[in-house]
């Protein structure tokens, strides 16, 4: 854990905190809910060890709350998941190793991981960002999941809080200074309005996999040859210059 603390700039270290402190509310939020709906405390935390997905969890939660089936709940946590088979194709670099170390490694793949995956170019800081997000997210959401469902009967009305609310939030920051970049703002502007657009005809789920349709807007990134040519210009001229 020292070696990846020390291969990261400390603002990252801050933001995966930051995502961290956030989580836990929502976390605590989970397991309150889930307790105060009647549920057995073996359920949130065994949903939280197992699924690991915060979207997927309190989707499935609510099915059963609301009367739904085990299957109907097993369902709408899959479609949610879903998403996240893109993001397994992005990070399968930082999972090399023994079959153990990526079955884990595949277990920890959630939206934050993948993003501060994203953010480092270095190999060795793609990996470090992601092991060390995933371990502190899954220690502190378990931890806050098992507090939250033992407080739930005190806690009352838990959407009167709004913790929910700090997830997007922090997901939200995270994602704005790579709105800086015309292709990525494109890409994400088209993406939220078909997500939009959809919501209300689609399942759960859908619209953030329809969003997906995005990246067709973004264009294409220019090849290393490209980048090459493009250069020459300017070292012709550099040459002029020392002549």
């Known amino acids: ?19 961290c402190l956030a989580d836990a509310l929502v976390g605590a939020s989970f397991g309150a ?8 405390l073996w359920v949130p935390i065994a ?12 989707a499935a939660v609510g099915v059963v709350l ?54 480092q170019e270095e190999p060795r800081r793609r990996r470090a960002a992601f092991w060390l997000c995933g371990i502190a997210l899954y220690a ?14 005190l806690i009352g009305d838990t959407d009167a809080l709004g913790l929910d609310a700090a997830f997007p939030a922090v997901l939200l920051a995270l ?8 292709r990525t703002r494109t890409a994400a502007l088209v993406g939220a309005v078909v997500a939009v657009a959809v919501t209300p005809y689609v399942p759960a789920g859908l619209p953030v996999l329809l969003a997906l349709v995005g990246l067709l807007f973004a264009g294409r990134r220019p090849g290393a040859a490209e980048r090459v040519e493009s250069l020459e210009p300017v070292r012709a001229e550099e040459k002029e210059a020392v002549r």
């Open 33 to 40: 809910i889930s307790a105060s709906g009647g549920l057995p």
């Open 140 to 153: 502190v959401w378990n931890v806050s999941v098992l507090l939250g469902a033992v407080a739930g009967g």
């Open 66 to 119: 609301s009367g739904g089936g085990v299957l109907a709940a097993v369902v709408t946590g899959l479609v949610l998941n879903a998403r996240l088979l893109p993001f397994g194709f992005t990070v399968a670099d930082v999972l090399e190793g023994p079959w153990w170390r990526r079955l884990f490694g595949a277990q920890l793949i959630t939206d934050e991981t993948a993003a501060f995956a994203l953010q």
């Open 175 to 182: 994602v704005l200074p790579s709105l800086a970049d015309r």
């Open 1 to 19: 854990m020292r070696s990846l603390l020390r291969t990261l700039e400390r603002a990252t270290l801050r933001d995966i905190a930051l995502v």
């Open 47 to 58: 949903l939280s060890v197992l699924v690991f997905a915060g979207g997927s969890q309190f």
